[in-house]
T-cell receptor, first 114, second 111 residues
C-alpha cells in the first residue's frame, strides 16, 4: 500500500508570492491534516479535512488555507508569503477521526521563502 | 490549551541499553496519545497509539504507557540499537486529528 505522498518535495519562493502544496493520502483514508514544522516552534497543527469539510483549524493567519477533494486528496495554499513561512509542511492521513486511528505522515514539502 | 513537554531534549546511550523517554501533557481530556519517530529530513513514522482508556501498548522492543491522571506517558525502548537513533515525538490528541506535539527527544545510540 502506498504511503502518504506529498508534492513537490522542495520549493523556493519569493516574499509576496503564493504557493500550493499537494497531498495524496493512503488509499481508503478519509481524514487529511496539515502541520508546519520549524526549528523554533516545532510541529504545529494547521488544519484538518474530512469528507471535504474543514473540521479543525489551528492558530494560523487566513493566508493559510486548504481544501479536500472528493477523492480525499488535499491541497494547502499560502498566499502573500513571508520569510517566516519557511518550514517543512507535513501532511498526515488517517482512516477516520476516531480515537484508535493513528496518523500516517508524508515526507513533507520543504518551503524556502527568500 | 493543551501543552506537551518532552524530557530530556537529547539523549546519548551506548548500544544495548534500555531507555525511557518521558512525555507530559496538561489537559487530560485526550482521545489518545501517539508516539512517532522522525529521521533527519523525513516525515514522521507512527510507532504506537494509546487510547485514552488504555494504560499501555507494545510493539516489538517498544512499550508505551499512559497515566491520564498525572498527565504522563513514557516510551520504553529495550535493548537499544544504532538504528533507533532518531528524534522521538509524542503528541496528544484532544479533538479529531488535531494533535499537539512535544518538542521531541533526540536519541543517539552509539555502537
Amino acid at each position: 500500500k502506498a504511503g502518504v505522498t506529498q508534492t513537490p518535495r522542495y520549493l523556493i519562493k519569493t516574499r509576496g508570492q503564493q504557493v500550493t502544496l499537494s497531498c495524496s493520502p493512503i488509499s481508503g483514508h478519509r481524514s487529511v491534516s496539515w502541520y508546519q514544522q520549524t526549528p523554533g516552534q516545532g510541529l504545529q497543527f494547521l488544519f484538518e479535512y474530512f469528507s471535504e469539510t474543514q473540521r479543525n483549524k489551528g492558530n494560523f493567519p487566513g493566508r493559510f488555507s486548504g481544501r479536500q477533494f472528493s477523492n480525499s486528496r488535499s491541497e494547502m495554499n499560502v498566499s502573500t508569503l513571508e520569510l517566516g513561512d519557511s518550514a517543512l509542511y507535513l501532511c498526515a492521513s488517517s482512516f477516520d477521526r476516531t480515537y484508535n486511528s493513528p496518523l500516517h505522515f508524508g515526507n513533507g514539502t520543504r518551503l524556502t521563502v527568500t | 490549551k493543551q501543552e506537551v513537554t518532552q524530557i530530556p531534549a537529547a539523549l546519548s546511550v551506548p548500544e544495548g541499553e534500555n531507555l525511557v523517554l518521558n512525555c507530559s501533557f496538561t489537559d487530560s481530556a485526550i482521545y489518545n496519545l501517539q508516539w512517532f519517530r522522525q529521521d533527519p529530513g523525513k516525515g514522521l513514522t507512527s510507532l504506537l497509539l494509546i487510547q485514552s482508556s488504555q494504560r499501555e501498548q507494545t510493539s516489538g522492543r517498544l512499550n508505551a504507557s499512559l497515566d491520564k491522571s498525572s498527565g504522563r506517558s513514557t516510551l520504553y525502548i529495550a535493548a537499544s540499537q544504532p538504528g533507533d537513533s532518531a528524534t522521538y515525538l509524542c503528541a496528544a490528541n484532544n479533538a479529531g486529528n488535531m494533535l499537539t506535539f512535544g518538542g521531541g527527544t533526540r536519541l543517539m545510540v552509539k555502537p
